[in-house]
């Protein structure tokens, strides 16, 4: 079983960064494929950036391609996205999601979510 905690959402103004963390407990986190997804009001969640846990591939949505970067601590058993140029369309609740599965843009493929972290840009 793993347990994955998010950390660092707020509200900020467009053009900012915000960068959330996911801690993992539970599992190491470098044993699982990672992933960041979001869910805006009335909208269905979605792909954000994952990263695979062999190879350490990493992909991401196409709108956040440039300003977005997942990346992990292993020591530390933490996964980051780190957000920049902010805009009031990245509003949305971001979770967090660990899993073994090759599906790594579907939220199908997780095994493992967090409670998520409200992130608000404004304009």
């Known amino acids: 079983q793993v347990q994955l905690v998010e950390s660092g959402g707020g509200l900020v103004r467009a053009g900012d960064s915000l960068r959330l963390s996911c801690a993992a407990s539970g599992r190491a986190a470098s044993s699982l494929n990672v992933g960041w997804f979001r869910q805006a009001p009335g909208k269905e969640r979605e792909f954000v950036a994952g990263s695979r846990r062999i190879s350490g591939d990493t992909y991401y949505k196409d709108s956040v391609k440039g300003r977005f970067t997942i990346s992990r601590n292993n020591a530390m058993n933490t996964v980051y996205l780190q957000m920049n140029s902010l805009r009031p369309e990245d509003t949305a609740v971001y979770y967090c999601?660990?899993?073994?599965?090759?599906?790594?843009?579907?939220?199908?493929?997780?095994?493992?979510w967090g409670q998520g972290t409200q992130v608000t840009v404004s304009s």
């Open positions: 999601a660990a899993g073994s599965s090759l599906r790594i843009g579907v939220a199908a493929g997780y095994d493992y």
